[in-house]
C-alpha cells in the first residue's frame, strides 16, 4: 500500500470551477509538499505545510495532521492550472533521505 | 540564477551502453537528490548527497552510481544501461535536510533504453 495516497487520479472541469485535489497520507510526518508538474515535464513547488493553511494566489493549501489528510484547493480555475498535482510528505524521524510521492493527480481545465 | 540545470533533456540508449547525467545547482545547497519517475507512478529516491563527498542510496539505487566532488554537481551514473532503466530523471536540490525545506527541481532527463 503506498504510504501517500491521492485523489483523484484524474480530474477534468470547466474554467471558473473550484476545484479540490486530496491527499490521505498512513506515517506520521513533519511536513507535506504540494508540487505542480507541467506537460512540458518540469516540477515546481507550490506549497510546504506542516500545519493549518497557506495561500498563493488562487492556490490555498490545508492540512489535518490529525486526520493525516491535506488538500489543495483551486478556485477560479483556468486551463493554465491544468498540470499534474504532487503530494509528498517528510517522514517523522525521517533523515536526509527527503519525500515520499503520491502518485499525482492529472487535472484538466476546460475552456 | 539558473536554478537546477540537468543535461541532456532526452537521450537514447542501446542495452549495455553507458552514461552519465548531469546536475548542476547554483543555489549553494548541501543537498542534493536523484529521482525517477516511472508512468502511473511517484518519484523515486535513487541516490541523495548531503554534502560534497558524501552520498547514500535511496530506496532504487540499483544500475546506478553518483559522486558528489563539488557542492554545485552531482551526476548520475547509468552503467550497463537496461530497458528498465527507461524513465524520466530528475534531480533536486534543497538548502538541508529533505523534506523540510522546498525541494528544487532540475528539468528533467528523458531516457529510453532500447
Known amino acids: 500500500k503506498n504510504e501517500v495516497e491521492q485523489s483523484p487520479q484524474n480530474l477534468t472541469a470547466q474554467e471558473g470551477e473550484f476545484i479540490t485535489i486530496n491527499c490521505s497520507y498512513s506515517?506520521?510526518?513533519?511536513?507535506l509538499h504540494w508540487l505542480q508538474q507541467h506537460p512540458g515535464g518540469g516540477i515546481v513547488s507550490l506549497f510546504m505545510?506542516?500545519?493549518g493553511k497557506k495561500k498563493h494566489g488562487r492556490l490555498i493549501a490545508t492540512i489535518n495532521i490529525q486526520e493525516k489528510h491535506s488538500s489543495l484547493h483551486i478556485t477560479a480555475s483556468h486551463p493554465r492550472d491544468s498540470a499534474v498535482y504532487i503530494c509528498?510528505?517528510?517522514?517523522?524521524?525521517?533523515?536526509?533521505?527527503?519525500?515520499?510521492f503520491g502518485k499525482g493527480t492529472h487535472l484538466i481545465i476546460q475552456p | 540564477n539558473a536554478g537546477v540545470t540537468q543535461t541532456p533533456k532526452f537521450r537514447i540508449l542501446k542495452i549495455g551502453q553507458s552514461m552519465t547525467l548531469q546536475c548542476t545547482q547554483d543555489?549553494?545547497?548541501?543537498?542534493m537528490y536523484w529521482y525517477r519517475q516511472d508512468p502511473g507512478m511517484g518519484l523515486k529516491l535513487i541516490y541523495y548527497?548531503?554534502?560534497?563527498?558524501?552520498?547514500d542510496k535511496g530506496e532504487v539505487p540499483n544500475g546506478y552510481n553518483v559522486s558528489r566532488s563539488t557542492t554545485e554537481d552531482f551526476p548520475l551514473r547509468l552503467e550497463l544501461a537496461a530497458p528498465s532503466q527507461t524513465s524520466v530523471y530528475f534531480c533536486?536540490?534543497?538548502?538541508?535536510?529533505?523534506?523540510?525545506?522546498?525541494?528544487?527541481f532540475g528539468p528533467g532527463t528523458r531516457l529510453t533504453v532500447t
Open positions: 548527497s548531503v554534502g560534497a563527498g558524501i552520498t
Open positions: 533536486a536540490s534543497s538548502y538541508s535536510a529533505g523534506g523540510a525545506y522546498e525541494q528544487y
Open positions: 509528498a510528505v517528510r517522514v517523522s524521524g525521517g533523515g536526509a533521505d527527503g519525500l515520499t
Open positions: 543555489m549553494n545547497h548541501n543537498y
Open positions: 506515517v506520521g510526518i513533519s511536513a
Open positions: 505545510l506542516s500545519s
